[in-house]
């Protein structure tokens, strides 16, 4: 049997996977949710037939966004996750013995359902008694936090559909609010490659670029999600992403990992030209903007 | 089948497209063929249904057959006497009702806070408004409804008034009380108006204040774009069991385009089909939305989203719980100055921003993730933002000292002075902040210090001001002194 998954990547382009069968279908109050199992990828999930994750790459985005800023803190115990229903970033966060509580909040109960069902190698965690679940809008949870986060980890879908709030200036501002003096936020940046991909990293560039003291911008590659090349954001109160990681404190904590390790980390800071001048605009133009006022 | 499940003039139109009639008439886009960039932007379907008067589709200026049908259900829908499609916006509907009860030289009493539709009725009929000043809550700076002895006084002292006309709900959700101000009317033999462009949900919602056909009111202009989710420009004017609606199709032909748009007719009858059978549940969700809103806003702290804690009998009737009105002065900012950030930092665009206020207009098209951001954008302004209040301007109300009619004051001679030379002078213009589009001032009425400040007030904080005819607002224009 010839049965393929196909995403759009753009008009023009698309990602096959061929599938030997689908094992999950529904949809929920918020969007429609499938799983499939292929040959090249093992499981994956869609949602609203995008992409999310694949059983056999899954480990390079859940460590880059979840180790990048847990080595930069030097005493992170206090985490808030929001997205992130398929709990690959729980996963990573439980190694840490120094992390104390994790509160996750998805909007989509749904989703952490299907994946504890279908995806036992991501959501491991979601029993571990540090972490309490929240299925609310990330928005209007954090809305009244305040200094009360290490890090916060926004694991979102793309700027349209139940992640659209996720990507907005409110939300980072609140995000400021939530953390503590040194707290760090890392998020999903979207990809720097196709125009509207590219549009979508500019938006979140800015807003976060606007909301907190600094802003960096990582990549990794990520075979199953448009062009590969994908980024994250790192915005920060007080720790530098580069100057403040002590290596040799994270390699001491003895954590296991597929991809990440701290000379990838500093690597990972260092970017294409194009996607440093793509992100060098923005900054520009919010400075201009700055002065008039 | 219950018959507010047809729609005559969307059957008609589907019909006509299936017969697939060639076209040798207006308009000349030829169904967007002639037109395909129009086309591409507003999709196929939309210009193949913009069509003209035929046969099968009646005339709006004297329906026969499928608009007649329309107007009969929607009249039904409304427990109207009549109900008119309206093309050329509440505006228009306004208009007519003003110009089918007084001519030249007739008085109308009215509330100074209406819409300028209101008062450019005034300038074409010639008619001279006698106002009742509407009174105002200082802690929040609005104007309020009609209080009855002030409607009682006006009609005892100008007892050969023709009608008076009554705004209600106002744009912030304020109710006066309909049916008392009707029955004071009629009992002084005069027609009663209602502005009730922002009331369309009270006749198909559940537990929504009084309507002004249900009020006994002989006229009722109603937005059906606004709350009623047709497209923007369409609008019913009703008229109530006693009118002669012959004579009021004559009024409203006086100014109406002979090529009244179906896309706006059929947006009419689609829109009254959905709120007669789904009114009650969609309203439903809308209150709750505003609701939920509103006690998510007051948590913040500063912010003061109103409610019907503010009804008192009288000025504060009934409050329209739909209307998410907002007052930011306790976060030390001008309505207009939340309005602005709002849209230029957050991508949120509110209905309207005065000097104390903000209304956002929440509705059937709204969901909960959208609510969120609002509400997390006003967290995070207060935020930023929160300074001392002090400085800032709440009055909104000006009394105005009427010197003569619009319409003497509009078409008199006039000249052009600089706004602040212009104190002691009659003006025979508009200036207006917009929205919500009141006057501060319109014509006939003299300039005060209190009004120039309030304009330079107004300029400053950001309000858009529009009437006048100089667009730098430098000078404005006065009746010339003899």
């Not at chain 2, 002292?157 to 209600?168: R, S, T, Y």
Request: contains cysteine.
């Amino acid at each position: 049997m010839d049965f393929w998954f196909s995403e759009k990547h753009t008009k023009n382009v698309k990602l096959s996977i061929r599938v030997n069968k689908q094992l999950h279908s529904s949809k929920s109050k918020y969007q429609r949710i499938d799983v499939f199992d292929s040959y090249e990828f093992g499981r994956f999930l869609t949602l609203d037939g995008y992409m999310m994750l694949t059983e056999k790459d899954e480990f390079i985005y859940h460590e880059m966004i979840t180790h990048v800023p847990m080595a930069v803190h030097p005493h992170p115990a206090n985490i808030l996750v929001i997205g992130a229903g398929d709990g690959g970033v729980i996963r990573e966060l439980c190694k840490y013995d120094m992390v104390e509580s994790i509160d996750l909040v998805e909007i989509d109960k749904k989703v952490i359902e299907v994946c504890k069902k279908y995806l036992p190698k991501t959501a491991s965690n979601f029993d571990d008694e540090r972490v309490t679940i929240h299925i609310q809008d990330g928005l209007k949870f954090i809305r009244n936090k305040e200094n009360m986060y290490d890090i916060i980890i926004v694991d979102s879908t793309d700027p349209f559909g139940p992640g659209e709030g996720l990507f907005t200036k409110e939300f980072y501002g609140n995000c400021y609010k939530a953390l503590k003096e040194d707290g760090i936020m890392v998020n999903q940046h979207e990809s720097p490659f196709y125009k509207e991909d590219a549009k979508a990293t500019v938006r979140a560039h800015r807003r976060i670029y606007e909301s907190f003291d600094l802003a960096r911008v990582y990549q990794a590659h990520i075979p199953t999600y448009p062009s590969g090349h994908w980024l994250f954001g790192f915005a920060s109160k007080k720790y530098h992403p580069v100057h403040s990681l002590d290596k040799k404190r994270w390699q001491d904590l003895k954590i296991e990992c597929r991809y990440y390790n701290p000379n990838l980390h500093v690597g990972s800071f260092a970017l294409p030209n194009y996607v440093e001048s793509l992100l060098k605009s923005v900054e520009d133009d919010t400075e201009n903007q700055e002065e008039k006022q | 089948m219950n018959e507010q499940e047809r729609a005559p003039i969307y059957e008609a139109l589907v019909e006509l497209e299936e017969n697939r009639i060639v076209p040798f008439d207006v308009p000349g886009h030829k169904r967007g063929k002639g037109n395909k960039e129009l086309r591409k932007l507003l999709g196929e379907k939309c210009l193949e249904l913009d069509v003209n008067s035929m046969k099968p589709l009646d005339n709006l200026c004297h329906p026969v057959s499928v608009i007649k049908e329309a107007e009969e259900l929607a009249a039904k829908a409304f427990k109207a006497g009549h109900a008119f499609f309206m093309v050329n916006g509440t505006t228009s509907a306004v208009q007519a009702m003003i110009m089918s009860v007084v001519k030249k030289g007739d008085k109308i009493i009215m509330p100074r806070n209406v819409h300028r539709s209101a008062i450019n009725a005034l300038i074409i009929t010639g008619a001279i408004p006698v106002y009742v000043n509407p009174s105002t809550n200082e802690r929040l700076g609005i104007s309020l409804g009609m209080r009855i002895d002030d409607v009682k006084a006006a009609i005892a002292q100008n007892p050969e008034a023709k009608a008076i006309l009554v705004n209600n709900p106002t744009y912030y959700g304020i109710c006066s009380d309909l049916k008392e101000i009707t029955r004071l009317g009629h009992e002084a033999n005069m027609q009663v108006l209602v502005d009730e462009a922002h009331g369309t949900h009270f006749y198909f919602g559940k537990d929504m204040p009084i309507t002004a056909m249900a009020a006994g009111a002989d006229y009722a202009a109603v937005s059906m774009h606004k709350s009623g989710g047709s497209l923007t420009q369409s609008s019913f004017l009703l008229t109530g069991k006693n009118v002669n609606h012959d004579y009021v199709r004559q009024v409203i032909n006086l100014t109406q385009t002979t090529s009244g748009s179906y896309l706006l007719m059929v947006s009419l009858d689609i829109s009254r089909r959905n709120l007669a059978i789904d009114g009650k549940k969609i309203f439903k969700k809308v209150l709750n939305l505003a609701q939920y809103a509103r006690d998510e806003i007051n948590d913040i702290g500063d912010y003061y989203a109103y409610s019907s804690e503010l009804v008192n009998g009288d000025s504060i009737y009934d409050f329209d719980k739909t209307k998410l009105a907002i007052n930011t002065l306790d976060i030390g900012m001008a309505g207009i100055e939340v309005y602005d950030i709002l849209r230029d930092e957050y991508d949120i665009q509110i209905e309207f921003g005065d000097l104390g206020n903000i209304l956002a207009y929440v509705s059937v098209g709204d969901n909960h993730k959208n609510i969120e951001r609002l509400i997390g954008a006003l967290s995070e302004i207060r935020r930023r933002y929160k300074r001392d209040k002090s400085g800032l301007f709440t009055h909104e109300y000006i009394s105005p000292k009427v010197k003569c009619s619009p319409q003497v004051a509009f078409y008199g001679d006039k000249e052009s002075v600089k706004l602040a030379d212009s104190i002691g002078r009659v003006t025979s213009e508009f200036w207006m902040a917009y929205p919500p589009g009141i006057p501060i001032l319109a014509p006939g009425e003299e300039i005060t210090e209190e009004i120039i400040t309030y304009i330079e007030y107004s300029k400053d904080k950001g309000c858009s001001l529009l009437g006048m005819e100089d667009m730098n607002l430098e000078y404005i224009n006065v009746i010339k002194e003899v």
